[in-house]
């Protein structure tokens, strides 16, 4: 609809089919042809043009919510002897929802556009605001309210804030009656009640035993009729070691390796100088969770440098990982094989496994 009748230029009423009008041949329904009217756009009209206002916009521009929207107006600065233009291009405005308060102002990439055209951004048209705060009215003064703080976008509603209390202490309303009467003195009552809490008796028992020393025999036999004349033998002690490993808490994944530097009787007899040939004890990365067996096998058999052989030690694991045992085990590591007497180097470990081949 567009024509010099300004009814016309405007939102007008739906146009109505008659498909009974006897001058036309109805449609036939049963064959499913039909007649449907359907609006594509809604006109609109907007104020004059006159000395002080332009009419750049329609009322469908502003908020549904304003009672009486305004018309589109010039939303910037006051200026006066402006050009207008008829420009073949396009103009968009930009509502932000998610980004609250005043937003900085958008870039834009031209892109593929000409070298004669002309893309820029306009900031602040109407400055965002975030408020940060919220007047409460119709509060009792006196009386302690709670509160929590939502926020509400078309997104939908976000997480509620943290409870907070607050006792309004604003100026009382004015009087506007009086009434007086009586009350009875009561006389309180206070009971006193003397008592003793029972505190029950402690006594402690000790027990003591008397020290006794462990007596080992150590008996030399031969053949009857053959004396014993000549020979050495000693008395040993195996050396024995204890590797741990704790934490704070449960672990749940990491391993570790030993090392140990000892001397090689082979070689160093072989050599015939006096002096002693060693070697290092190399092992590969023992998980967390192994067993006696495990760490066993790994100082013996599958070390990655020079294992000592089996039977070289006997290894027992304390401990169940439990808050008890320091989230750990205990690995009791006793060197009982014939090449491995006397005193002998500690044991190391690497838990960060920085040494690690």
Wanted: glycine residues 8%.
């Amino acid at each position: 609809f567009n024509g010099d009748d300004a009814t016309l230029n405007q939102d007008v009423l739906e146009l109505v089919v008659d498909a009974a009008h006897v001058d036309c041949i109805a449609f036939s329904a049963v064959d499913g042809e039909s007649v449907e009217i359907t609006t594509v756009r809604d006109g609109s009209t907007s104020i004059q043009f006159t000395a002080s206002q332009l009419p750049l916009g329609d009322t469908g521009d502003v908020p549904s919510s304003l009672l009486s929207p305004p018309p589109g107006r010039w939303m910037g600065k006051s200026a006066q002897d402006l050009s207008l233009y008829h420009i073949t291009g396009t103009q968009w405005t930009t509502t932000f929802d998610d980004f609250l308060g005043d937003v900085p102002k958008m870039e834009v990439s031209v892109g593929s556009l000409p070298e004669s055209a002309h893309a820029e951004v306009f900031d602040d048209v109407v400055t965002g605001v975030n408020p940060i705060s919220i007047d409460l009215s119709h509060l009792e003064t006196g009386a302690r309210h709670f509160a929590r703080v939502v926020a509400t976008n078309e997104v939908g509603d976000g997480k509620s804030s943290g409870q907070d209390d607050a006792v309004p202490s604003g100026v009382p309303p004015v009087l506007d009656s009086l009434s007086v009467g009586h009350a009875l003195r009561v006389h309180e009552v206070q009971s006193l009640t003397i008592a003793a809490s029972h505190i029950p008796e402690v006594q402690t028992i000790k027990t003591s035993a008397a020290a006794v020393p462990e007596l080992q025999q150590v008996v030399l036999e031969s053949a009857t009729g053959n004396a014993i004349d000549s020979g050495y033998f000693s008395l040993r002690v195996p050396e024995k070691q204890v590797v741990s490993w704790s934490a704070g808490s449960p672990v749940t994944a990491g391993s570790f390796f030993l090392r140990l530097e000892y001397i090689d009787t082979t070689a160093s007899v072989a050599l015939g100088s006096g002096e002693l040939v060693t070697k290092e004890l190399k092992t590969d990365c023992i998980p967390f969770t192994a067993s006696a067996e495990d760490v066993k096998e790994a100082i013996e058999i599958d070390a990655i440098e020079n294992g000592l052989g089996v039977g070289a030690v006997r290894v027992t694991r304390s401990g169940d990982r439990s808050y008890s045992s320091n989230f750990g085990y205990g690995y009791e590591i006793e060197f009982i094989g014939d090449a491995f007497r006397g005193n002998i180097a500690q044991l190391a470990s690497d838990l960060t496994l920085s040494g690690l081949d």
